[in-house]
């Protein structure tokens, strides 16, 4: 259980992925997810579901 809720914590836009061994620090969630999905919806296969996986 966490000592402060997560609702008290603040926000940031930051997100991190490792996908394919490669760690990528993100500035904004929004354009992480575009690309994600983007990924998700050009590719088939095991790269799929990599992608997917990252998206969700």
Not at 17 to 45: H, I, P, Q
């Given at each position: 259980?966490?000592?402060?809720s997560e609702l ?27 690309y994600f999905l ?6 088939d296969g095991e ?10």
């Amino acid at each position: 259980m966490l000592k402060i809720s997560e609702l008290a914590m603040p926000r940031t836009r930051n997100v991190t992925t490792l996908c394919n061994g490669r760690r990528e620090v993100w500035t904004d969630y929004e354009e992480a997810k575009a690309y994600f999905l983007e990924m998700m919806m050009s590719t088939d296969g095991e790269e799929h579901e990599r992608a997917e996986c990252v998206y969700i």
